[in-house]
């Protein structure tokens, strides 16, 4: 198990540097965020001892279950998944540095709200969904400026960047369409220079898609599956959840 690890690990970040020199980027530009859901804490522990410091779950339930066993090792977590409102106060309490997942003003209004009781404030990602697929969350691309502009005002939240989850298919222009009209919502957010507001991160592409991902200017890869093994249920059981509370 450990050398599996450590081989699928290597592998990633020769992808990921092959990948920049191609782009005529710095590899110390692209950050690898190792996806843990499904992840044993003792696996994800191997990556932690060989290097790694950036994790992330998609699931709250999981961060508390592995809290600590990791607390020990050196490591930033972020948090990908659909994050329920009901669940802010377990961010917190298991020291997330970062929500990726901030798709609408409610969450943000929230969340706000419990870090400022708290006297703390937290990074986030704006989630844009890039694909159009009904199955994805995120912010629709023509309504993201605004809600950043919304979100800006909430001065406990620090917004970082853009993630999306891009379409999963085959088809490299496709899923390229995805993270370029990422990169453009970016770059029309810097020009606008909205007080509160930084654009230096593009958390987009994982295993299947890196590379064209860092072509189009992700600064945050997302990879699991590649680094750890196969897990038991596919993407779609990660990703397409419950939307109930999704307003």
Not at 90 to 104: A, H
Not at 232 to 247: F, G, H, L, T, V
Request: net charge negative; glycine share 4%; charged share 25%.
């Amino acid at each position: 198990m450990h050398d599996e690890i450590i081989n699928n690990l290597n592998s990633i970040l020769n992808r990921i540097e092959n990948a920049c020199i191609a782009a005529n980027r710095d590899p110390d530009t692209v950050k690898l965020l190792l996806a843990t859901k499904t992840v044993s804490a003792e696996r994800i522990r191997i990556a932690l001892q060989n290097g790694q410091t950036l994790i992330a779950e998609n699931k709250v339930q999981e961060l508390k279950e592995k809290f600590d066993v990791l607390k020990d090792s050196k490591h930033t977590n972020h948090f990908i998944g659909h994050l329920q409102s009901n669940k802010i106060k377990d961010i917190l309490k298991y020291e997330v540095t970062c929500i990726q997942s901030v798709d609408r003003i409610s969450l943000a209004e929230k969340l706000h709200q419990k870090l400022q009781l708290e006297n703390k404030s937290m990074d986030i990602f704006i989630q844009v969904n890039t694909s159009g697929e009904e199955s994805k969350f995120g912010a629709h691309p023509d309504e993201t400026i605004s809600l950043i502009r919304e979100i800006a005002q909430l001065n406990t939240l620090k917004i970082k960047g853009l993630m999306t989850i891009g379409l999963f298919s085959a088809e490299t222009e496709k899923v390229r369409h995805c993270f370029r009209l990422l990169k453009d919502i970016q770059q029309q957010i810097i020009s606008l220079d909205i007080p509160n507001v930084e654009m230096t991160e593009l958390s987009m592409g994982m295993s299947n898609d890196l590379e064209t991902a860092i072509e189009e200017g992700a600064t945050i890869i997302r990879v699991g599956t590649a680094v750890f093994g196969q897990r038991m249920y596919p993407d779609s059981y990660y990703w397409n959840e419950n939307k109930e509370d999704k307003k």
